[in-house]
């Protein structure tokens, strides 16, 4: 069954340093989305990217993140610069379409340890 | 806020038993879905329901949703230790495409 997969599954960094978290989505899907997890807090949506474009972002997706499609792939999450409270798990999701009924399927998640 | 609440928080259980998790929202949604969280890891989609439905069956899985309400429970019948695990409710309101994560419930099944 398909899956989406998620890359580094860990990853440790310094304050201030740039991080890229990747994901490869379903391979038939159009729509893809990053959420995180703070430890012990809800799931909380950061943004969604169709047809090479941020289509919606929360408050949280602020100037030190952005995100990317390089290739046909994979789908990328950029911290520029990183704060101790960007320490969370990072889940990225795709769904084949936006439609309103439609399922999203979630990756492993990448737990980023900002020291 | 438009975010899904769970609860109870935390639910204890034996092996065999029922296990039932609430969860309310606030707006009108297009659909409902729940998920479960292993410990530390990634998101499996367990079940949707739509707004025009009532109750939905998956197995050992049986959702309801009452709109009314803006509630939904997720039953787990017979439970085993495996289903120990977090359940989170996600509702899709009706605007954009994001879902709204509750804070879940702990499950844990005693064997």
């Known amino acids: 069954e398909p899956e989406v997969t998620q890359t580094p599954s860990h990853q440790v960094t310094q304050m201030g340093q740039e991080v890229i978290l990747r994901c490869v989505p379903i391979s038939n899907h159009l729509y893809f989305y990053w959420y995180r997890q703070i430890l012990g807090q809800k799931v909380e949506f950061l943004v969604s990217f169709y047809n090479n474009e941020i289509s919606e972002k929360s408050e949280i997706f602020d100037d030190q993140f952005s995100v990317e499609r390089p290739d046909g792939s994979n789908f990328t999450l950029k911290i520029r610069s990183t704060k101790l409270e960007d320490s969370a798990m990072y889940f990225c999701a795709s769904s084949e379409s936006g439609r309103d009924q439609d399922t999203q399927y979630f990756g492993p998640g990448t737990r980023l340890t900002v020291l | ?111």
């Open chain 2, 1 to 111: 806020s438009q975010q899904g609440e769970e609860d109870p928080q935390a639910l204890s259980i034996q092996e065999g038993e029922n296990a039932t998790m609430n969860c309310s929202y606030k707006t009108s949604i297009n659909n409902l879905q729940w998920y479960r969280q292993n410990s530390g890891r990634g998101l499996v989609h367990l079940i949707l329901i739509r707004s025009n439905e009532r109750e939905k069956h998956s197995g050992r899985l049986r959702v309801t949703l009452d709109t009314s309400k803006k509630s939904s429970s997720l039953l787990i019948t017979a439970s085993r230790a495996a289903d120990t695990a977090s359940y989170f409710c996600a509702t899709d309101p009706n605007t954009g495409n994001q879902f709204y994560f509750g804070t879940g419930t702990s499950l844990t099944v005693i064997p």
